[in-house]
């Protein structure tokens, strides 16, 4: 089963405006990794925040991290049409493999 | 440099028919993923292998499906008597550590479509 699970499942905003996207999660994690992927195809990795972190920057993203709410959020400042996109979270139980969540799909109007 | 590679990028073929999928990962990268992507979901972890060590098989969801990676480099993925449930997308991805979630590359993915 999934370990991550985004929300909300889509978001549609105007192109300017920030996009907020949540990730929730069931057991503890070394790290949350955030992707993004178009058209269907090959992710992108945007950010990494590690469970002893608690808020993480990279241009125009900021990811946060609750550990004891098991839970993360994504936020994409002064959206652009090309934010749109699918953005997955991903977490890291110990083992090397990565477990994904649904994902959301982030639509930015022009 | 050169990303992960994966060939063919599409591939139809027919209920029960074998089929092979091919990923190149990035030179160096010593951990080699395989995950599928059915429409519209999430990704779905199949293997992983790591240098010499036993590969980890435990998302393989039957035994129709198999991979192996040869030097160390590129990997199949084989799919035995094809299934329509399993089209989807065939995503590699390689890192160059395989330490406790290290930064994932993926590839452009195969979409494999079973008739």
């Known amino acids: 089963s999934q370990q991550g699970e985004e929300d909300p499942q889509a978001l549609s905003i105007q192109e300017g405006e920030n996009a907020t996207m949540n990730c929730s999660y069931k057991t503890s994690i070394n790290n949350l990794q955030w992707y993004r992927q178009n058209s269907g195809r090959g992710l992108v990795h945007l950010i990494l925040?590690?469970?002893?972190?608690r808020e993480k920057h990279s241009g125009r993203l900021r990811v946060t991290l609750d550990t004891s709410k098991k839970s993360s959020s994504l936020l994409i400042t002064a959206s652009r049409a090309a934010d749109t996109a699918s953005y997955f979270c991903a977490t890291n139980q110990g083992a090397q493999k990565l477990v994904f969540g649904q994902g959301t799909r982030l639509t930015i109007n022009p | 440099g050169a990303g992960v590679s994966q060939s063919p990028s599409n591939k139809v073929t027919e209920k029960g028919k074998d089929v092979e999928l091919r990923c190149d990962p990035i030179?160096?990268?010593?951990?080699l993923y395989w995950y599928r992507q059915s429409l519209g979901q999430g990704l779905e972890f199949l293997i992983y292998f790591q240098g010499n060590s036993a590969p980890d098989k435990s998302g393989l969801p039957s035994d129709r499906f198999s991979a192996e990676r040869t030097g160390g480099s590129v990997s199949t993925l084989t799919i035995q008597r094809t299934q329509q449930e399993d089209s989807a997308v065939y995503l590699c991805?390689?890192?160059?550590?395989?330490?406790?979630?290290?930064?994932?590359?993926f590839g452009p993915g195969t979409r494999l479509t079973v008739t």
């Open positions: 030179s160096g990268h010593t951990a």
């Open positions: 925040i590690r469970s002893n972190e």
């Open positions: 991805a390689s890192s160059l550590l395989p330490g406790k979630g290290s930064e994932q590359y």
